[in-house]
């Protein structure tokens, strides 16, 4: 008594084989693409770079930009 064993059975081999032709793909397709002229930055959790964590600092407001902002509070306030 003989059994007929699938081929998709683990540990079996199957006797009938297909070849297929493939295409050979041109040169520029195995080349990475380019690269952007600047890169993205993006947050990284796993960074251990601490001057990547600061942020830029600000400019300070100075004592005329207060003064400024001051006035404008004022005419903003009388004008309603």
């Given amino acids: ?37 600047t890169p993205v930055q993006s947050f990284d959790p796993y960074s251990t770079d601490l001057a990547a964590l600061t942020a830029p600092a600000k400019p300070r407001r100075t004592l005329d930009d207060m003064r400024r902002l001051s006035e404008a509070i004022v005419r903003n306030r009388l004008a309603k």
């Avoid at 081999?13 to 295409?23: E, H, K, N, Q, Y």
């Fill in 1 to 37: 008594m003989t059994t007929e064993r699938q081929a998709d059975e683990p540990g079996t081999a199957d006797s009938c084989v297909d070849t297929v032709r493939i295409r050979v793909l041109p040169e520029s397709a195995s080349q990475p693409p380019p690269h952007p002229e």
